[in-house]
Structures are given as C-alpha cells and as structure tokens.
C-alpha cells in the first residue's frame, strides 16, 4: 500500500493535501484497491461550499457507491474534470492524476481528526 | 459488438405472418374512438413455433431456481410451490376487476383480509397494509409514517434516523427519499449494533431529534442482534420509532414477533419469505405491520369487517382508508397477484409449518456454515440465522476474489452467492441456502465450495477465467458499466 508522508488522512479514506491556503483532496490507495475498478465519479461544482466533514460527491465501482467527504472545509476551486472520461485514473494514481477537487480553505484548516502517514497505516493494518 | 446468443423477436418478424387464428368475434363489435387508432403497430409477427422456441431457448440461457441450487444470501430465493401459480390463475380471481364494487368482491376482500391478519400473527403486529408494491416501497411507506407521526404530535424536529452500517443500501436511501437524514452507527466486533455508538447518538439534546431506527433482524451479516431488546429501549427511550426491515423474516418465524420486540413497523417481502415470485422489478408486495400507534398512519385502502357476521352468515367486507393515511402509494389495492399467492403458502403451511419453515432455513445456513469453517475465513464465528457472510479470500491465494469464486460456482451449476455485501466484511460471500434444499444439495454444494478453495491454490487461472460452461462467459464489467447501451441495435437504427 502507497502512502505518501506528506498528506494527511481522514478515517473515511480521504487524503488532503495542503498547500497554502488551497487543499487537494483524493481518496487513498487504500480505498481505491479495495473499491476495485472506478467507473464513475460524481464531483460537485466549483463554487459549492462545504464544511469540514460534508458529503461532496460519490465515487462508484463495479463493487459499491460511496460518497467521499470533506476532510477540511472550504469552497470548491476546482474539479479535477479528467475523471469523468477516466475515473480508471483514481485507481492508477490516487495521489496524482487521480485527485478529486481542489478548495480554497477559511482560514487555519482543523487537521485534529486526521492521521498521518503511520498512524493511517496502523489504521488500515487493523481492519 | 457481442454477438446475440438468441436474436431479438422482431430481428425473426416477417410482415404478415400470423401465429395464431382469433376466432370470429361472438359480441356486437364497438368501435374504437378514432383519436385512439393506429395505422401501424411494431409488433413482431412470428409464428406459433417460432414464439415457443424463441421463449423456450432465452429461460434456457437462465440460471434458475428450477434448474439449479440459489444461495443468493438476503435474497431468499427459496423455491416458489407451483400449486401458488394454480391459485392465482382461478378465473374468480384472475377475472376480477380492480373497479369492481366491494360487494361483488367478497372472497378476495376476504382473502385480503386474512392475509393481513395472518401477516399480522406472524410479526406480532396491530395491523397490515398489503398496498406497497416492492420491498423498498414498503421501507418508504414505514418512514413516512415514522415521520408523520411525529409531525401529528408537533413534534416535527425530529428528521434522524439511526442505521447501523451493515444495514440493506435501501435503507439510507429511504431515508433521504422521505427528506429525513441518516445517522450511520458502526458495528461491534461482534456484529451487533455497536450499543455504545448508539447511546452516545441517543444521548442529552441529540435524543430531541431522533426520529427513528431502522435495523434488520437479524442482520445483513445473518445474525440476530444480541443486544436487540437494549437497542429498542435505547431509541424509545430517546422518543424514537423502531423501523423493521423485514428480508430476513425467513429466520424468525413461530420463533420471535417483532412487535413484541418493541419494533413499532416492519415490511415484510412476500417475495422472500412467502413465496411469491421474484425478479424482473417485480410485482411484488413489500406489506407493512404496525404497531397499535401508527396504525391510523397505515397506507390505504384496508381490508375490514364492515359489518359483522353470524352463525350462518359471513361477515360483510370493504375497504377503508385509515384516518391520518401517508397516502395510497400504488394503484387500486396493491399487487393482488401476490396476496393470492403469500395466502395459498400461509394457508398450505398453517402456523406449525411456518414455525419449521424457519427452523429450518436457520438450521441449513448453520449446516453449512459448520462445514465451510475450516476451508474458508468466517469473519462472524458465532451460530447464524438463516444466511452467513464467509471471506472469499485466501492469504495463500494472493490473486483470488470472491468475484472469481462467484463466476466457479456457475461453471458447478450453482447460483452465485451475493458478493461484496455486506460492504463490512472485505470479499464478502453472503450465503443463504433457504429451507427448501436437501441435505444432499447442501453436502454436494460444500463439496464444490471446498473443490474450489483447492483450485484457488493450485490452478487460480480457472477461477479468473470463469465461468467456462455457461453460455455466456465472464463479462467486462468495467465496459458494462462505463459504456452503457440500454438500447439494442435494430432499435437504435429506427430511432436515426
């Protein structure tokens, strides 16, 4: 399992990754292997605003639906708009080509409820 | 393009071929408004034989119950007694119609009625609507009324509504449906509700919000809720309905009521646990029981003794609608079909034979369950109601999934299990063998389960390339559901 030291993660299986005061969000290698085969991904606008924790758009596989929720919160800026002809990429590169939206944060992100690269894995280890 | 196995009907259609000669019509003949005609119909016309074999060789292309072994788990493909099909085709019932007046329909009011009180019996209930048409239709029915009664005591600030995380996909889905919002609760280690999860949810001003629980029992992981008595109290406590799904009723009947649990609404699928047939999107009957509180909520119209009888005379039935009524939900009284059918299965089995019905379904999962325990990873070691989850995955076996052990099993004959659900358990395999198999298909049913764990180890390629017998082989289903054509081609070719 790849799990990059630098992002942050939600117990959901979001990653967030934070740069400025704009977060990249995308679902974690984890969640992509065990979702199996991505063939469609529901994404929201840019401009929605969401708090920390709010559904804000579904990702589907051959096995299930699952929606994907905020690990910050903040207004949307960007949707990564690749995925809807190729959501095979979430599976190939969840870190990368496979993020899901990007958003502009209200003030200081609460990173408290998020894990870190080894506490994510010790989290996934005991599921 | 993938080539057709058997061609559509009208790819075999030739102008003006007739299959069946319409005797001379014996009624003074109507005519039809002239707004309402037609100068061209797409039809097919085929003749007789090429209608039989057309019809013939597509249910030879199917799996089904009555060709092979169905352990689809939470879905009870039991076997359906054909004697049901017999009764629902009697000509005083098949010929009635839906606007005749109730005096004239006495016998199916009547038998209308008993299977709502039967229903009834068997949940331990105050009272049956038969009108929701599907399972999920009776979920939305028992939400609304959840709803509707808390509105009726203005008490409308409660829109949540608990359910646990191993709960039926519908469940949640109901929930939004009736504009209400969904509280997820974890499971313990054990399966259960986690009770701590719950009280904290239930807990101080959260309570003031809770509208209800839904829960299945015994659960989607195929087992009875220990703590279910706790649960009840805890959701009552807060001011809380408790909402039955009722798919897994196969275990429980002649065994435990629900509403003498404390669950104030169920529905029942009697397509599941009463017989009546499956698939297709339906018909089918998701009734609803109650619990004496809601029983004005109920969806109309009700069978009841309008006036009673005597000695000698029978009672006098009609239709009501309940005072404070969410509403109708489904044309006239529901799919009638299917109370006839439900009625011959309750009336053919009688109280004892429901009672070893469940008996039994419970005591074939735990036959097989017991077997399968060495050879596959029970995720949930504790007895089972009627379906149990196993693991379809081996350490040993690193390129092997339950999707691939699923596609083994068509190559044996055999149905496929439900796969990936619950979506708790990691390679889920939800298997439900159902009271009406042997115990000879049950033990030849472990033989291959066991056959297929060995193959898994010494020659995966089998299990990947699955099935090789069946008249269709594995399909893409990455394409499938990517590439979506719900339109077959010659229709398509119309439509440019």
């Not at chain 2, 009776?138 to 509707?148: F, N, Q, S, V």
């Not at chain 2, 009957?285 to 005379?313: Q, W």
């Amino acid at each position: 399992m790849n799990t990059p030291q630098d992002l942050h993660y939600a117990k959901s299986d979001e990653w967030v990754r934070i740069d400025g005061d704009v977060a990249t969000i995308g679902i974690s290698d984890y969640a992509q292997d065990a979702l199996n085969d991505i063939v469609y991904v529901e994404l929201p606008s840019v401009g929605d605003a969401f708090k920390k924790g709010d559904s804000f758009g579904s990702v589907e596989s051959v096995k299930a639906a699952s929606d994907v929720y905020l690990p910050v919160g903040g207004t949307v800026t960007e949707v990564n708009s690749e995925l809807e002809d190729s959501p095979e990429l979430i599976n190939s590169d969840p870190y990368g080509k496979g993020w899901l939206v990007k958003v502009k944060l209200s003030g200081a992100p609460d990173l408290s409820d998020l894990m870190d690269a080894s506490a994510y894995i010790e989290y996934c280890d005991n599921r | 393009m993938v080539e057709a196995l058997e061609p559509l009907i009208y790819e075999i259609s030739s102008a003006g071929r007739v299959g069946v000669n319409l005797p001379a019509c014996d009624v003074p003949e109507s005519p039809l408004p002239t707004d309402l005609l037609r100068d061209k119909l797409d039809f097919p016309e085929v003749s007789e034989m090429q209608a039989v074999r057309h019809f013939v060789r597509l249910s030879q292309l199917n799996h089904s119950i009555d060709t092979g072994f169905y352990p689809l788990g939470s879905c009870t493909m039991k076997y359906n007694p054909k004697i049901n099909e017999d009764v629902a085709r009697l000509a005083g019932f098949a010929n009635l119609h839906p606007h005749t007046n109730p005096e004239g329909a006495q016998g199916a009011l009547a038998m209308m009625y008993q299977l709502q009180e039967w229903l009834a019996e068997v949940s331990g209930f105050a009272g049956t609507s038969l009108v929701p048409a599907a399972g999920a239709q009776g979920e939305l029915a028992g939400i609304l009324m959840i709803r509707k009664y808390h509105q009726d005591r203005n008490d409308a600030q409660r829109t949540k509504i608990l359910v646990p995380n191993s709960a039926h996909g519908t469940n949640p889905a109901t929930v939004t449906m009736a504009g209400l919002e969904v509280i997820e609760l974890p499971s313990d280690a054990e399966g259960n509700v986690d009770l701590t999860a719950l009280k904290e949810a239930c807990s101080g001003e959260k309570a003031k919000l809770i509208a209800g629980m839904m829960i299945t029992v015994p659960s989607t992981l195929g087992l009875f809720e220990a703590h279910i008595l706790d649960v009840v109290k805890t959701v009552h406590d807060a001011g809380g309905l408790m909402y039955m799904d009722g798919a897994n009723m196969n275990a429980l009947m002649g065994i435990v009521k629900p509403g003498q649990l404390g669950f104030d609404v169920m529905h029942y699928n009697l397509h599941k646990t009463f017989s009546t047939p499956h698939g297709g999107g339906g018909p089918g009957c998701g009734a609803v029981g109650v619990a004496e509180r809601l029983l004005d909520f109920l969806p109309g119209p009700i069978v009841k003794i309008t006036e009673a009888g005597t000695d000698d005379e029978a009672p006098l039935y009609g239709l009501v609608t309940p005072s404070k009524t969410i509403g109708q939900l489904k044309a006239f009284y529901g799919n009638f079909g299917m109370h006839i059918r439900a009625y011959a299965y309750i009336r053919a089995y009688g109280g004892e034979g429901l009672h070893e019905v469940s008996r039994h379904a419970v005591l074939n999962a735990n036959y097989v369950r017991a077997k399968l325990m060495d050879t596959f990873t029970i995720p949930y070691p504790r007895y089972c109601g009627h379906e149990f989850v196993l693991e379809g995955h081996w350490e040993d076996a690193p390129s092997v999934h339950a999707l691939d052990i699923s596609k083994r099993l068509m190559d044996y004959g055999i149905h496929p299990p439900t796969n990936y659900f619950p979506l708790i358990v990691p390679e889920a395999l939800l298997i439900e063998p159902t009271e009406t198999e042997t115990k000879q298909t049950l033990d030849e049913f472990i033989e291959v389960m066991k056959k297929i764990a060995q193959e898994a180890k010494t020659s995966p390629e089998l299990l990947h390339d699955a099935p090789h017998v069946t008249p269709v082989s594995r399909v893409d289903e990455i394409k499938a559901a990517k590439e979506l054509v719900l339109c077959c081609a010659p229709l398509l070719k119309t439509v440019e």
